[in-house]
């Protein structure tokens, strides 16, 4: 039985979970469990939902996020991240979640699994678990294929279904452009609707490490390839139009990140991406998304899930 220790008020620790982008998306074969076999570059941006979590004294979860529709129940992955920690290491106590979220929802940034990596990464603090961040990870992956990820951010390479995860050179910084189109996409629905003779060009990773090694973003800004991007396109051509607009826009490249519907952009230069983001902002709906936002890397930081 775990309990916070010697204390009459309620403890609290903050956590910042990290949105992120897709460099690469290689997809091979569905496998017997439904999921597919994965490749992928995964890289942490400088955009992120608040997470606080408070320990409370009686043992039920309750959360509240700034999001009125999002769910704050069993249905949100960050909830289901708390149950699993106190299921998995008997806290007798329950804890107050707080949601502050500024990632786009169902956008393909990975803002949900995010937020359960933040849990995870909160309730080891609160606790005082003392969880390696493997042991974190591998929880995570109980959860959701891109929650181990989230647990450590940066820029990685993950596999299997997208959970088995390593640490790769960090990305040459840049100013990224994101835009989220007023509609959402599903992962179920990304990967139902991968077609493996419509996504005909395959990332080359091999030349995508090679550019982050260089540090060359032009390099890195060719090799983006996302496979489940030509079935979104299918249904939503706009994300194309948008691509398109953000590499006439000066971008060293662009590319629908995760299972989408939003895109990111890749500059160099600060003042492109500024006037990408007006321009796109007066072209695109007012309920379009439109943000700039830089690369994350938390190399050198406290990676033990004690730093943010
Ligand atoms: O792991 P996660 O809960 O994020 O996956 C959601 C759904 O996305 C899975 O149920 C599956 O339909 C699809 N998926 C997949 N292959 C992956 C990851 C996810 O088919 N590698």
Same mark, same amino acid.
């Given at each position: 039985?775990?309990?916070? +220790?010697?204390?009459?008020k309620p403890k609290a620790v903050y956590q910042r979970a990290y949105a992120k982008i897709n460099l690469t998306i290689e997809i091979f074969n569905r496998?017997?469990?439904?999921?597919?076999?994965?490749?992928?570059?995964?890289?942490?941006?400088?955009l992120w939902d608040d997470v606080k979590i408070v320990a409370a004294q009686t043992p039920e979860i309750h959360m509240s996020c700034n999001i009125p529709? /999002? =769910?704050?129940?069993? =249905?949100?992955? %960050?909830?289901?991240?708390? =149950?699993?920690?106190?299921?998995?290491?008997?806290?007798?106590?329950?804890?107050?979640?707080? /949601?502050?979220?500024?990632?786009?929802? %169902?956008?393909?940034?990975a803002g949900g699994s995010a937020d359960a990596a933040a849990?995870?990464?909160?309730?080891?603090? /609160?606790?005082?678990?003392? /969880? +390696?961040? %493997?042991?974190?990870?591998?929880?995570?992956?109980?959860?959701?294929?891109?929650?181990?990820f989230c647990v450590i951010g940066g820029t990685c390479l993950a596999t299997g279904r997208g959970e088995k995860v390593q640490r790769v050179k960090p990305m040459p910084d840049a100013h990224i452009v994101l835009i989220k189109p007023n509609f959402g996409i599903s992962t179920p629905w990304?990967?139902?609707?991968?077609?493996?003779?419509a996504a005909e060009t395959r990332p080359n990773e091999g030349k995508m490490l090679e550019a982050i090694e260089?540090?060359?973003?032009? %390099?890195?800004?060719?090799e983006l390839v996302n496979m489940l991007e030509p079935a979104a396109i299918q249904e939503y051509p706009v994300i194309a139009q948008i691509k398109e607009d953000l590499l006439h826009m000066g971008a060293a490249g662009a590319a629908m990140s995760g299972s989408g519907p939003t895109v990111f952009g890749l500059f160099s230069r600060y003042d492109q991406a500024r006037a990408a983001v007006r321009l796109c902002k007066g072209k695109y709906p007012w309920r379009y998304?439109?943000?700039?936002?830089?690369?994350?890397s938390p190399v050198g930081r406290r990676r033990n899930g004690k730093g943010q």
């Open positions: 039985m775990v309990e916070v +220790s010697g204390q009459s496998r017997p469990d439904g999921y597919h076999e994965v490749s992928m570059l995964m890289q942490s941006v400088r529709f /999002l =769910k704050a129940d069993e =249905k949100n992955i %960050a909830y289901r991240a708390a =149950k699993l920690m106190q299921e998995r290491f008997s806290i007798q106590q329950g804890v107050l979640i707080e /949601l502050g979220k500024q990632i786009p929802i %169902a956008a393909g940034l849990v995870i990464r909160g309730m080891n603090r /609160l606790f005082h678990l003392n /969880l +390696s961040a %493997a042991q974190m990870m591998q929880i995570g992956a109980e959860i959701g294929s891109d929650v181990p990304a990967y139902e609707h991968f077609d493996q003779k260089r540090r060359d973003l032009a %390099a890195v800004g060719r998304q439109v943000m700039c936002c830089r690369v994350y």
